[in-house]
């Protein structure tokens, strides 16, 4: 069954880091783009960040400088590395993958920010 599984969330203080997980199953892996986004209380999910197969990346402006995706060199672990971390990226978290057109989710990890 293809699948992503997020890890890493929990509760940071502001100004503090965590590094966010995804482990995707093969086809999920060779997709041609994945991305973190991110559903805080009340509001719509919204994108994070993206990484194209060949290593592009996009950034929310309100993360850029801040937040870093990657890929492990086999494409089968994404990452979303987060610094500088504030009180407004409380959310919870999704890795998200494609099936050819069909988008594929996480189930979501929480992410805390206390200030």
């Known amino acids: 069954q293809e699948r992503l599984v997020e890890s890493g969330g929990g509760l940071v203080q502001a100004g503090g880091s965590l590094r966010l997980s995804c482990a995707a199953s093969p086809r999920l892996s060779n997709s041609k783009i994945m991305a973190w986004h991110r559903q805080a209380p009340g509001k719509q999910r919204e994108l994070v960040a993206s990484i194209t197969a060949g290593g592009t990346t996009q950034y929310a402006d309100s993360v850029r400088g801040r937040f870093t995706i990657s890929k492990n060199r086999v494409g089968s672990t994404l990452y979303l590395q987060m610094n500088s971390l504030k009180p407004e990226d409380t959310a919870v978290y999704y890795c998200?993958?494609?099936?050819?057109?069909?988008?594929?989710w996480g189930q979501g990890t929480q992410v805390t920010v206390s200030s």
């Open positions: 998200n993958s494609f099936l050819g057109v069909n988008a594929v």
